[in-house]
């Protein structure tokens, strides 16, 4: 794909705000990634005109973050964020302002940035506007604070977790004051909501430069200030390869046999049950002893938890965690497993509780389910074939109930 598609795809939009009157700019995170030849996620757009005046420049607008500033436009069909330039008063207990000043010079946006490769700005025509010699700290790989480092982590310390973020899905290094000065700030990202430590921590997780941006976080001791957390001994944990922040997670729960409630993390209901399997998946791995084990595991777990498990062999293998050899358990043979399989959950067995209970004449109760699960296990591992003859015939024979 041509990287310069978004930009070009959003021009009019730039082009309808200036002949307005008011000035229009690409910022951010996509101009970094423009000039680093990268692929390009969505393009921000700051602006000289207010929030009010973009809403009657556009026929159709979402207000998301009016009070900041920041406005949807729908064009195309596609999202575009717009936000006014501005500049934020003084940041109390840590925390983002909840005051924001609209200007109308674009120098005055760029400078409450984070980091110098993140506050350039670029027109329509592809001009960069790069106040903080952006340009030259891409060019060099290095991540340096808009301005005084200490001062700018202690306005908002998610800028050093942010910092981190970019070092992981960059691969740069962090200038030495900068971080030194997050050494000295580490402390206050205790003060940050979890809803965006948790943001920026899933983003770096998964940087393709985890493993040296982990080095940094033990060094910081970051653990020790975030919840959950600061319970384990987190040093101990190598990352060497990409990682979602549930599999992190369950490695963890599943090393450390902390009993720790991860509620504090505020997870959505889908993440909490996937650390749950996946955390249960490493428990059940040291069963695979024999093809017959595989194939119950690949049945129990589903498809795509026993493959995530072989795309975290190195992270697994590094943190001690054993799992079959690649011989034994890779990616096409537990597809060929998952694909041969006689019933892919307990819906496809072709017998259910009521029949059972017909058939041995009991009333339901525990035994039931007990059960289910004998003919579910003899069913995936071919001691029976799915059919409700065979399985009637099975339980008679083997099933034993007192
Ligand atoms: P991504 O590619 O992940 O979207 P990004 O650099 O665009 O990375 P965003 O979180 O989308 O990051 O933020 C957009 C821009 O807003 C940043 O590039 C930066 O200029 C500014 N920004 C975001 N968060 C902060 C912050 N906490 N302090 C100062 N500036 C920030
Ligand atoms: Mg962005």
């Not at 979890?194 to 982990?214: D, T, W």
Request: proline share 3%; aromatic share 10%.
């Amino acid at each position: 794909m041509n990287i310069s598609l978004p930009f070009v795809q959003a021009i009019p939009i730039l082009k309808h705000i200036q002949k307005n009157g008011f000035e229009a700019y690409f910022v951010g995170g996509s101009v970094r990634d423009f000039i680093m030849n990268r692929e390009i996620n969505d393009v921000d757009i700051t602006t000289s005109a207010t929030p009010d005046e973009i809403e009657s420049l556009f026929t159709h607008t979402i207000p998301v973050g009016k009070e900041h500033g920041t406005i949807n436009v729908v064009w195309e069909n596609e999202n575009y964020e717009i936000t006014t330039f501005r500049t934020e008063s003084e940041y109390i207990n840590h925390r983002r302002p909840s005051e924001v000043h609209f200007v109308r010079d674009l120098y005055l946006d760029v400078k409450r940035r984070d980091f110098t490769i993140n506050a350039i700005a670029m027109d329509t025509e592809f001009n960069l506007y790069d106040y903080f010699n952006g340009q030259t700290d891409i060019n060099n790989k290095v991540i340096r604070t808009v301005g005084k480092p200490v001062d700018r982590f202690s306005e908002d310390a998610l800028r050093i977790i942010r910092g981190l973020r970019f070092k992981s899905q960059l691969g740069f290094d962090i200038d030495s004051y900068t971080f030194r000065a997050m050494e000295e700030h580490i402390e206050d990202i205790q003060y940050l909501s979890i809803e965006r430590i948790i943001l920026e921590l899933k983003k770096l997780l998964l940087g393709q430069y985890i493993n040296k941006a982990i080095i940094d976080l033990h060094h910081l001791n970051f653990w020790e200030f975030v919840p959950y957390f600061n319970l384990i001994q987190m040093n101990a944990y190598q990352m060497i390869h990409p990682i979602t922040l549930e599999q992190f997670i369950a490695i963890t729960t599943y090393k450390s046999q902390v009993n720790q409630d991860i509620k504090c993390l505020k997870l959505s209901n889908a993440s909490t049950n996937y650390i749950t399997q996946f955390k249960n998946a490493l428990i059940q791995l040291n069963c695979i002893t024999n093809e017959k084990s595989l194939y119950q595991f690949v049945y129990d777990f589903g498809i795509s938890i026993a493959l995530d498990i072989e795309h975290q062999r190195e992270n697994l293998m590094c943190n001690h965690i054993s799992l079959p050899s690649q011989s034994n358990y890779n990616a096409s043979l537990i597809q060929h497993i998952w694909q041969s399989l006689p019933i892919q959950n307990r819906k496809m067995l072709q017998i259910n509780g009521k029949e059972l209970m017909e058939v041995l004449n009991k009333n339901s109760g525990p035994w039931l389910k007990k059960v289910l699960r004998d003919i579910e296990c003899a069913v995936v591992q071919s001691e029976v074939t799915n059919r409700k003859k065979d399985l009637i015939e099975w339980v008679k024979l083997n099933v034993k109930i007192s």
